[in-house]
């Protein structure tokens, strides 16, 4: 177990890219407890790290809407892929962890949640890292692999004042108890919740902090 209580929120909200990540924003900003979010997506969306190339990343994954992620990483085709988001507020110990030993915690118990599915996965070492931009054809160490080498997990960080965002996609289809299954093997004791995000404060953020990224 990595943390000793956590909320599970599974976002029955189809959200668009924007809206998605000014959603993740929020938590980060307002959670005083650890909190994993499970969510969809309203429509075709890509989303993009930080740091990436979004003109690059267009030609790659074409016919898709775009976001930019405030996290790290590659870019994320999220119109086959499960979604969720870990938001560890300031002041837990798990927040004040290096990047590398945080990431390869949460995947080693995303690796067992997925192993009571029957899914054979484990932690990457790096070896077959390739430099690519699309995040599944990139698996860096602590990414969760098939036993052919196929990446089937992987994700972005960010630390701010607030905490910890750790934005992830594993590239299977969700089913219905992979989200109770990982919040368990995250947290000791785990409590699952609604939340109604403020509709006006999420509408605004999405318009000026998460823009659509149009091709021009």
């Known amino acids: 177990m ?11 909200e189809r ?13 980060l900003e307002t959670s005083e407890a650890p909190i994993l979010r499970v969510y969809e997506w309203a429509g075709d969306w ?18 898709v809407r775009w976001v930019r992620r405030r ?23 798990m927040a004040t962890l290096r990047g590398a030993e945080s990431y390869r915690q949460i995947h080693a118990a995303l690796a067992e949640a997925l192993r009571a599915e029957g899914i054979a996965t484990e932690l990457g070492n790096g070896e077959t890292e390739t430099g690519a931009a699309l995040c599944f054809e ?14 089937l997990a992987g994700a972005g960080q960010r630390r701010t004042k607030f905490g ?3 934005q992830g996609s ?17 947290a000791e004791k785990w409590q699952a919740i609604d939340l109604q995000p403020p509709v006006d404060l999420i509408r605004n953020k999405a ?6 990224i149009v091709v021009v």
């Open 2 to 12: 990595i943390l000793d209580r956590l909320q599970l929120w599974q976002d029955p």
């Open 15 to 27: 959200r668009s890219g924007p809206e998605a990540m000014a959603v993740d924003e929020w938590l």
């Open 46 to 63: 890509a989303s993009l790290g930080y740091f990436g190339d979004f003109y690059e990343a267009s030609r790659q994954i074409p016919g």
């Open 71 to 93: 996290s790290g990483g590659g870019v994320v085709d999220h119109r086959r892929d499960w979604t969720y988001t870990l938001v560890v507020p300031i002041g837990w110990p």
């Open 138 to 151: 990139n698996p860096v160490c602590h990414d969760l692999v098939a036993a052919d080498g196929r990446k």
């Open 164 to 166: 910890l965002l750790h």
């Open 170 to 186: 594993v590239a299977l289809p969700g089913n219905a108890s992979r989200a109770e299954a990982l919040a368990s093997v995250i």
């Open 207 to 212: 318009v000026s902090r998460f823009p659509e």
